[in-house]
């Protein structure tokens, strides 16, 4: 009885692991690879999550991963795992896909026209390669952008000033050696005005975070009821230090040290995953 019960549940799931296609794309200069996993159980989506994976990495596992699809679903977006890949050489010397300037930009964009057969707005998440990729092409077309979420990158662009702000969380293990970087990024950020949260989780390492990735769709799923960006007065400000409710006149005060959660209901959430 136990077995066949455990082969009802795999049937179960089976379909949602399986229901991701591929689009094979020319690559762009100085990239070996413009691959695209989406999800094909959404008609006409509002906009489309971007999942990116570490340096050369799939997005395969990520455009099947269960709780991505049913996140995908119930807010209905288009799904999409990224599978860039470039010489190391290029990822070094700033031309190669983590540079969405450099045309992995547009290949994403192109591809979405050719999965969706329109330009539709994007939620991205990235986590080491793919947070270099989803910073930088949210500072590169940030009116495309809704919200987005970046964890461990190595390195970091300077966050330029920008009519369009969208929302983001800059986050990092405490014990990965790209941690300094990771909170300057956001320092400076903030000290431009954008609207971003630190996440700093605890006696980690560079490696990806379920705990980060449950508070990324809840942070996402709250921006999308809110508006986006246009809603930022009604979020919430935080002190990233002392984990404190702030008002918006402290916030300015301090904007380094100050965070935006689009929703309030999120501050306790955030709080549990966030070790300063």
């Not at 910073?135 to 970046?150: G, Q």
């Not at 966050?159 to 969208?166: K, S, Y």
């Amino acid at each position: 009885m136990r077995i066949r019960l455990h082969f009802l549940l795999l049937l179960l799931v089976l379909p949602s692991l399986l229901a991701a296609e591929a689009l094979h794309m020319e690559p762009a200069s100085e990239m070996t690879r413009a691959d695209f996993y989406y999800l094909v159980a959404i008609d006409h989506p509002k906009a489309v999550l971007i999942l990116s994976p570490g340096c050369n990495g799939s997005g395969e596992s990520l455009a099947r991963s269960p709780v991505w699809q049913e996140f995908a679903k119930r807010n209905h977006l288009g799904l999409v795992g990224l599978s860039y890949a470039s010489p190391e050489k290029a990822i070094h010397d700033g031309t190669g896909y983590y540079y969405a300037s450099k045309g992995s930009g547009d290949k994403l964009l192109e591809g979405i026209r050719k999965i969706y057969g329109k330009d539709l707005p994007l939620l991205l998440y990235g986590f080491s390669g793919g947070a270099h990729f989803t910073s930088r092409f949210e500072e590169w077309a940030p009116s495309r952008v809704i919200a987005w979420c970046a964890d461990s990158a190595g390195w970091w662009d300077l966050p330029q000033h920008h009519t369009a702000n969208p929302p983001g969380i800059v986050a990092c293990g405490e014990n990965d050696p790209r941690y300094g970087a990771s909170l300057s990024y956001f320092k400076q950020g903030r000290a431009a005005g954008k609207p971003w949260l630190w996440l700093s989780l605890p006696k980690i390492g560079h490696q990806a975070s379920p705990a980060l990735e449950d508070f990324a769709r809840k942070y996402f799923e709250a921006v999308l009821k809110r508006g986006g960006c246009s809603a930022l007065s009604l979020g919430v400000w935080v002190d990233v230090d002392t984990k404190k409710v702030l008002s918006e006149s402290e916030a300015k005060a301090i904007p380094s040290e100050s965070g935006w959660l689009p929703d309030p209901s999120l501050t306790q959430d955030w709080r549990k995953i966030h070790e300063p």
